[in-house]
C-alpha cells in the first residue's frame, strides 16, 4: 500500500523568507507526484507534477520541487514566500496501477506581511 | 469549460435527514471520486468511480451511498445524516491514461453541517 507523509503541520513565515515542504511516501514502484494548493475558502489546485525526467520541476507561482528517489522524497520549495501564498499544501502520490491518489495530510502556511 | 462543479455549496440538515450531493464534470473524464475534508484529517476518500455505472468504496464509505448513472455525474448520498458527517465535501475528477501523470480536477466543494 502506500502512504504519504507531510512533516509538517503548521509552518509560519514572514514574507520574503524561503519556504520548504516535506514530503515522504512509501511505496516501492513507479510513482507519479504532485503537489497541490488549496488557498482559504477555495479548492484544492495542482501546483506541480512530477512524473518522469528531470526531476527538479517548476510549477506555478515560482513553486518548485525535487523528487530524490533514493529519500523517497519530493519536497517543495519556494525562495520567497509571499503573503498570497498563505494556504493549505498537500502532497500526493499516484502509483502506475492504481487508480486512486494518496494524500498527504497537508502543511498549513501562514506568511505573516 | 465549467470543469467540476458541485451543487448545492451549502447546507444545514438535522440529524437523521437525508441528501443528495450533486458533482458534475464536462471534461469527459472516466474516473470521480468524492471526498471529505476535516480540520488535521486531510482529503479521506469515501467512494470513487472508474466509469459510467461502476462504484467502489474508499477510506470512509459508511454512512454514505453513491451513484454514476451518467458520466459526467457523481451523486452521494447520505441516507441519515449524523453530526459526525459535519465536512467539506469535494468532488474531483481525473482522466482515464494508463499512465496516471493527469492530476486531478476538484469542485468547489459542499459545506455541510448536520445539527
Known amino acids: 500500500a502506500q502512504s504519504v507523509s507531510q512533516h509538517n503541520h503548521h509552518v509560519i513565515l514572514s514574507e520574503a523568507a524561503s519556504l520548504e515542504l516535506g514530503c515522504n511516501y512509501s511505496?516501492?514502484?513507479?510513482?507519479?507526484l504532485f503537489w497541490y494548493v488549496q488557498y482559504p475558502g477555495q479548492h484544492l489546485q495542482l501546483l506541480l507534477k512530477?512524473?518522469?525526467?528531470?526531476?527538479l520541476v517548476k510549477g506555478i507561482k515560482g513553486f518548485e520541487a525535487e523528487f530524490i528517489k533514493s529519500k523517497f522524497s519530493f519536497n517543495l520549495r519556494k525562495p520567497s514566500v509571499q503573503w498570497s501564498d498563505t494556504a493549505e499544501y498537500f502532497c500526493?502520490?499516484?502509483?502506475?496501477?492504481?487508480?486512486?491518489?494518496?494524500f498527504g495530510r497537508g502543511t498549513s502556511l501562514i506568511v505573516h506581511p | 469549460n465549467a470543469g467540476v462543479t458541485q451543487t448545492p455549496k451549502f447546507r444545514v440538515l438535522k440529524t437523521g435527514q437525508s441528501m443528495t450531493l450533486l458533482c458534475a464534470q464536462d471534461?469527459?473524464?472516466?474516473?470521480m471520486y468524492w471526498y471529505r475534508q476535516d480540520p488535521g484529517m486531510g482529503l479521506r476518500l469515501i467512494h470513487y468511480?472508474?466509469?459510467?455505472?461502476?462504484?467502489a468504496k474508499g477510506e470512509v464509505p459508511d454512512g454514505y451511498n453513491v451513484s454514476r448513472l451518467k458520466k459526467q455525474n457523481f451523486l452521494l448520498g447520505l441516507e441519515s445524516a449524523a453530526p459526525s458527517q459535519t465536512s467539506v465535501y469535494f468532488c474531483?475528477?481525473?482522466?482515464?491514461?494508463?499512465?496516471?501523470?493527469?492530476?486531478?480536477?476538484f469542485g468547489p466543494g459542499t459545506r455541510l453541517t448536520v445539527l
Open positions: 500526493a502520490i499516484i502509483s502506475g496501477g492504481s487508480y486512486i491518489p494518496t
Open positions: 511505496y516501492g514502484g513507479t510513482v507519479n
Open positions: 512530477y512524473f518522469s525526467g528531470d526531476p
Open positions: 471534461m469527459n473524464h472516466e474516473y
Open positions: 468511480s472508474v466509469g459510467e455505472g461502476t462504484t
Open positions: 474531483a475528477s481525473i482522466t482515464s491514461g494508463a499512465s496516471r501523470r493527469d492530476e486531478q480536477f
